[in-house]
């Protein structure tokens, strides 16, 4: 059974600051993609990052897929209160490409 | 467009009611699923079908059927269902992009069993 563990699980920062979220698993993971989620509505895709060593970058977040495919993280900059919100990362497999593996999670909070 | 839309938004329903949950896209995506999350967890996937066969199920108890009527309908008939089956339901489809499959989900059904 491939595992995603994602760090940290909870997270409370002050309006701007910088933060970063950590999805770590033993197993290679032939893409991974990062979700946010909002209460009550379904996850949202973010990014997928399919090559090790990628790095994409969607406004103030930075995504980047270790070099052996097994880790990633996402970085914020400068954090604002509508970045609150559950952040998954899920990568693709084990077996058929169309099964996701999710990580645990990340609830961010971000005060004004 | 990457929309896919669920109805009903909300479900209360009793232990001995029968009720169902759709799921429609229209993205021409062959794959489907559910999956059921509880507060504050990653989803937790039920069924997978591909080209409208199932294809996965995740040991889910019978009293949860899906079905998939056509390639952009996906339903979820529920009977007998416990109060611990109250939840988030979440149905998603997906395509292919480049060498991965990436997954767009719905708004999901909130229900709750009396």
């Known amino acids: 059974t491939q595992l995603l563990e994602q760090s940290p699980q909870f997270l409370s920062i002050q309006e701007g600051e910088n933060l970063t979220v950590y999805c770590n698993s033993s197993s290679v993971f032939s893409s991974l993609q990062w979700y946010r989620q909002e209460p009550g509505e379904g996850p949202v895709l973010l990014v997928t990052?399919?090559?090790?060593?990628e790095v994409k970058k969607l406004k103030r977040l930075t995504f980047q897929f270790g070099d052996a495919r097994k880790d990633s993280s996402l970085h914020i900059t400068a954090a604002q209160p509508g970045d609150t919100g559950l952040y998954l990362c899920a990568g693709e497999g084990p077996g058929s490409a169309r099964q996701l593996t999710f990580g645990s999670g990340t609830q961010l909070t971000v005060l004004p | 467009d990457t929309e896919v839309t669920q109805t009903p938004k909300h479900l209360v329903m009793g232990m001995t009611n029968k009720k169902s949950l759709k799921c429609e896209q229209h993205m021409g995506h062959r794959a489907m699923y559910w999956y059921k999350q509880k507060a504050k967890k990653p989803p937790e996937l039920m069924f997978v079908y591909s080209y409208e066969k199932l294809s996965i199920n995740e040991s889910v108890p019978s009293r949860f059927s899906p079905e998939c009527p056509n390639s952009s309908l996906l339903n979820l008939h529920l009977h007998a269902l416990q109060p611990e089956d109250s939840a988030l339901y979440l149905c998603?489809?997906?395509?292919?992009?480049?060498?991965?499959?990436?997954?767009?989900f719905g708004p999901g059904t909130r229900l709750t069993v009396t």
């Open positions: 998603a489809s997906s395509q292919v992009r480049g060498s991965s499959y990436e997954q767009y």
């Open positions: 990052v399919v090559t090790g060593g």
